[in-house]
Structure formats: structure tokens, C-alpha cells
């Protein structure tokens, strides 16, 4: 849409990708603004990836440098993994969003800057003691000053709002100039207003009415002289949605219980960055999913093992310091060999640490973080779409060799979006679950003999009564024993479980370069900065291959032989160093560790960096 200019007096510059970042205050809606545009984005049929940055603090002082939230989106017309490094436009609500964000952006890239956000006080809590609008801060970059405040006060003249709700809406009229310069349609977010709005029908007027004016100022201003146009990516054919890793965790989760013909039961409490998990699961009923919000975290992993106990796909999700006050049960879930999937979504720590930022934390607390010997499954999701087939995976595991699974994902992961080719339905294999009911030669811990599963009973089941605790078992009819020789074979037994289930998945496959001077060794949500660096690589003709870990206890079984067949071997983490040491205790190689802990993920250009420095 558009009054005034024609369009024919502007450029239009075809781009095979844009990286755009909203920034401002927590209470700027940010967040909404870079989704929207997300959404309409995928609609157009481009390929993206999204990394939403909230403040670590959860009320913190507005306009303050604490208090920027940030979402930063990457749109393209070719196959992308990661959301970019460098935006090449930022917008920017107030000075202190500018100050912290301005850093990052490309040398010459273009500013929208709220300059109605301005004022003294303004300056004062971003730390400034002066105006950067007047200075040379901004010199080399495309700057656009706009009044945002006094120009959605002009648009909403009229409808009778207060000041405060009438300047609530000046996240969309930027939203609108962005639409106009990227050449986004602005219909699908005018009719996502009617029902997100449906019960305040002055809202929703006065929201469309800010985007379009927004899109119509562009147009009709002539500030812009040049608009630029992302086509559609050229995508695997088939059926798209764009998905956060969390809400695909939840689908997946779901599904799982389908394919296992299992009642989903999950048992949380409440934990940035896993809610979301929580929140969507509990709008789920129509699908059978029984949730819990427990008053701990205690009492959520507990109510989870009662729940497989009973025959249920059991799960609960954390981050990181619930995951530690879940280690008891988690060991009582290894003792008793139900099979429970805790979901831990990584943030930086410890204690509280910083519980809006992403970090792979909790890698040797997932393998090792319980008393004594108790081994279990521990797989990584390595991007927001995977977390469905990681998830999936993880239950399938858990409920097919009768074992807890923990399935790492991390905030950046959960809470960034890209676009989903969802499965054929008919792909899905079941989920193979079964319960003893033949009482003659029950046994509780008699075993697969491939698996070493030990039989699900239900409790009540006629003739199959059976102990269960926290007490060593023992071998075969699960009393209680205090026999020394029974508590070591019980240990190796459960150990030889969780290493069987090698067995049963995918090798571990190399990428580029099959042998040679360079192995990087890759886990979870670094994934797509990783295939970046790699792609880059490859273009410059460097010899690096690549492998990307889902499997972390048990590793792949030919992994040691594929990282034998390289000099070096560079592990990026975002961590100081967790699965390095794993890899360097069981397979004795030169493992060369890249670590980064600010809360951020990878830039591709870092991890470009790391694999040139290797390669001299």
C-alpha cells in the first residue's frame, strides 16, 4: 500500500540478504516488532533465522543500558544458518539501545533512531553526557532521525487513548517504515491485529493505524531513496511454518506421545528460558497432555518419575540450577530404570547467572551432575526446528531402552525461529512401548537381551507385584541388596545400557574434508555458526571437515575412529570447555579447545577466525 510518491521515483535494490536488529527498552515491544517481521518474512518464502536478546534483568531501570532488548533478525533469498553477525540496519527506540548496539552494526549501515527519546534525562540514564544524534558518532553510517513519539501521537489523533497506551503503539509505526524499506507486505500484520486485539477494538485501530502510517511516511516523505527487495529462498519443496525451538520441543514432545500411543504428562516448574515449553504444553489438553506446574523443582522431576511409574511418557523441563536440584531423583530414575525425559534448556550461570542469556553450561552436569555411578542418555538439539526430531529422538530412547534422557537445547535455540519443513506423518516411526502383563517368570530386573531393558510393569497389574526404591537392587528380582558383588555388576549392567544405545543410532558422519590437517568437533546450538564457518571454508577452498555432535552419552561409535583420521581437532563451546574434556578422556587426542561465555552465541566470523588460526 502506499499514497503520495509513486514508487517508480525510488530504486528498488534486489538483496540476496538482509540482517536487521530492533532495539530499545523492555517495555518498547521490541520483541513483538522483530517477530512480526519475522512472520511476514516466512510468508513472503524467505529463509531466515532470528536471535532474540532479552535483558538479564527482568525489571531493570527503563531506558537504562540493563534494560535493552534486541531482536535481531536475518532474512535471505539462499539457505542460511545462523542470524548473522553484523545487522546492516538497526532500530533504535532510545540512546541507550543506540549505545549498545551501535558497535555491531556495518559500517555504513542505515539507522532508524527514535530521535523523540532524546532528551536530557534520556542521554542521562544510557550514561551520556552528551547528544549523539549531534556528534560524530554516527559518522559512516545511513542515519534516518524520526520523532516516532510526536509522529504515532499525530497518527492516533482522535481516537480517544491516553499518552501512554497512544505511545505504546510506536513499535509498529516503525515496524511500518521497515516494511516499506524492505519491501514487506503489511497486510498479514494488520490481520494479525484483528485477533490479537479482537477484545479491544480501539486497539486494534489504533495499531494498524501506526503500521500504516509508518509505511506511508516512507512513501510519502521521500527520505528513502532506495527500497530493497529479498526474494523468496529456493527451499526443499513442501509445507513451511516458522517455529521457535521451544514451541517445537512442546510439538515434539507431543508427537512423541502419539507414536508411543502413551498419555504425555509433564511435571515443570517454572524456569527462564524452559516456560515456554510449559506454557504451550498446558493449551494442549485437547491432545491429552497432563501438566503440572509443581511448586519445585523437586517436587516437578519427582511427580514426572510417578508419572512413568505409572506408564506414562513422562517429562519435566528446567535450565541449569534446576537441573542440579534435580539430580536425586535422576539418580532414583537411574536406580529404578524408569524412563523419564528432562528437557534443559542451557543459560549462563551459575546460581542465578544470567538467566535471559544463552550458554552450553550444562553439558558435565547432564553426563556426570548425580552421586555415585549413575549413567544416563544425554542427546544436543542443534537448532530451533531440530529440537522437534531431537525431542522425538530423546523419548524414543528413553522409552524403547527404559532409561532417563536429557535432551540439551540453550535460550538461543529455544527462543530463536527459522522456518520448519514439517514431516509426512507417515515418516514418523512408531515408538515401540510395551508392558508386562504375564505374570508366569516375572522377573522386575530381568533384561532385553539386547537392549538390557528391564520389563514395564504397570502397578496394580494382577500377579506383578514388585519392589522399588532408592536401595541397590538386586540382579534379576529387585530386592533390596547390600551384597557388594550384586552392587558392581548392577553398576556395569547399567552402564552397558546406556553404551548399547550406540547401537541403535546413526553413525557419526564427517562433512568437507574426510581426513587431514583440521577436524572441527561441534555440539548443540553452536550448529549454525558453525555450517556458516564451514560454507565460508569451503569457498576458500580450505581443508576442513566437520562433525556436528546430537549424541553425547553414548558417542557415536565410530566417533574416535573419525577423529583419529585428523592432526588437530578445534572444539568451539560456549562454555570454558566441557565437551573437550570428554573427548580428550576417551579418545587421548590434540583437542584444541574455542570457548566464549557472554551470554551470546557464536559469530560466524569468530568461528572463522578460530578455524584460520589452526590452519596457519
Not at 208 to 219: I, M, P, T
Not at 254 to 262: E, F, G, P, T, Y
Not at 568 to 574: A, F, I, Q
Not at 600 to 615: D, Y
Amino acid at each position: 500500500m502506499s499514497t503520495g510518491q509513486s514508487d517508480a521515483k525510488v530504486k528498488v535494490e534486489v538483496v540476496e540478504e538482509i540482517v536487521i536488529r530492533f532495539a530499545g527498552d523492555s517495555g518498547d515491544g521490541m520483541q513483538l516488532t522483530g517477530t512480526q517481521f519475522t512472520t511476514t518474512s516466512a510468508l513472503v518464502g524467505n529463509d531466515l533465522a532470528t536471535f532474540p536478546d532479552y535483558p538479564a534483568e527482568i525489571r531493570a531501570p527503563a531506558g537504562t543500558l540493563p534494560g535493552v532488548s534486541a531482536f535481531q533478525v536475518r532474512f535471505a533469498s539462499t539457505d542460511i544458518h545462523s542470524p548473522g553477525d553484523a545487522p546492516d540496519a538497526l532500530v533504535a527506540m532510545n540512546p541507550a539501545a543506540l549505545k549498545v548496539n551501535l558497535k555491531e552494526l556495518k559500517k555504513g549501515g542505515l539507522i532508524i533512531v527514535n530521535e523523540g527519546n532524546f532528551g536530557k534525562i534520556d542521554l542521562e540514564k544510557a550514561t551520556y553526557t552528551y547528544n549523539p544524534l549531534e556528534s560524530s558518532d554516527l559518522d559512516g553510517f545511513q542515519v534516518v532521525r524520526v520523532d516516532l513519539n510526536k509522529l504515532t501521537r499525530e497518527a492516533l489523533a482522535g481516537l480517544g487513548l491516553d499518552t501512554k497506551s497512544t505511545l505504546r503503539c510506536k513499535n509498529f509505526f516503525a515496524l511500518g517504515m521497515t516494511y516499506w524499506v524492505y519491501s514487506r507486505p503489511i497486510e498479514p500484520t494488520l490481520k494479525w491485529m484483528e485477533g490479537q486485539f479482537k477484545k479491544r477494538p480501539e486497539l486494534v485501530e489504533a495499531n494498524q493505524r501506526a503500521l500504516k502510517a509508518g509505511y506511508n511516511w516512507c512513501d510519502i516523505t521521500g527520505v528513502f531513496q532506495t527500497r530493497f527487495e529479498v526474494p523468496p529462498a529456493k527451499l526443499t519443496p513442501g509445507k513451511y511454518r516458522n517455529i521457535m525451538g521451544n514451541q517445537a520441543t512442546a510439538i515434539g514432545l507431543i508427537a512423541a506421545s502419539r507414536l508411543a500411543n502413551l498419555q504425555l504428562f509433564l511435571g515443570s516448574y517454572p524456569i527462564t528460558p524452559a516456560s515456554d515449553v510449559l506454557h504451550d504444553l498446558s493449551k494442549m489438553k485437547q491432545y491429552g497432555v497432563v501438566t503440572f506446574q509443581a511448586e519445585d523443582e523437586i517436587a516437578a522431576v519427582c511427580s514426572a518419575l510417578g508419572a512413568a511409574y505409572a506408564g506414562n511418557l513422562a517429562v519435566t523441563t528446567t535450565s541449569g540450577p534446576g537441573l542440579a536440584l534435580k539430580g536425586e531423583a535422576l539418580g532414583l530414575a537411574v536406580m529404578t530404570e524408569l524412563p523419564i525425559v528432562v528437557i534443559d534448556v542451557q543459560r549462563g550461570g551459575p546460581s542465578t547467572g544470567l538467566p535471559t542469556k544463552t550458554e552450553q553450561a550444562d553439558l558435565l552436569q547432564a553426563v556426570y551432575g548425580r552421586n555415585s555411578e549413575a549413567p544416563l542418555c544425554v542427546l544436543a538439539a542443534s537448532s530451533p526446528s531440530d529440537c522437534f526430531a531431537a525431542t522425538v529422538e530423546a523419548c524414543r530412547i528413553a522409552l524403547e531402552h527404559m532409561t532417563p534422557v536429557i535432551l540439551l537445547t540453550d535460550g538461543y535455540i529455544a527462543n530463536g525461529a527459522e522456518p520448519w519443513l514439517l514431516p509426512e506423518i507417515e515418516a514418523l516411526k512408531p515408538i515401540k512401548t510395551s508392558f508386562r502383563t504375564n505374570p508366569e517368570g516375572y522377573l522386575p530386573y530381568s533384561r532385553d537381551p539386547v537392549t538390557l531393558a528391564r520389563p514395564w510393569v504397570k502397578p496394580g497389574t494382577p500377579g506383578l507385584e514388585h519392589r522399588i526404591g532408592g536401595i541397590e537392587k538386586a540382579d534379576g528380582t529387585g530386592n533390596v541388596s547390600y551384597d557388594p558383588a550384586n552392587h558392581e555388576f548392577m553398576c556395569r549392567t547399567r552402564a552397558e545400557k546406556v553404551a548399547r544405545i550406540a547401537n541403535h543410532f546413526p553413525e557419526a558422519t564427517v562433512k568437507g574434508a574426510q581426513s587431514g590437517k583440521l577436524l572441527v568437533l561441534s555440539w548443540g546450538g553452536t550448529y549454525g555458526s558453525v555450517a556458516a564457518a564451514l560454507e565460508h571454508c569451503e569457498k576458500q577452498k580450505h581443508s576442513v571437515g566437520w562433525v556436528h555432535l546430537r549424541h553425547l552419552n553414548p558417542f557415536p561409535r565410530n566417533l574416535g575412529e573419525l577423529i583419529k583420521r585428523f592432526d588437530k581437532v578445534l572444539v568451539p563451546e560456549l562454555n570454558l570447555g566441557q565437551l573437550i574434556r570428554m573427548i580428550r578422556d576417551q579418545f587421548v587426542v590434540h583437542a584444541i579447545p574455542f570457548n566464549k561465555i557472554q551470554g551470546r552465541p557464536f559469530m560466524t566470523s569468530e568461528v572463522i577466525g578460530a578455524i584460520e588460526k589452526e590452519l596457519g
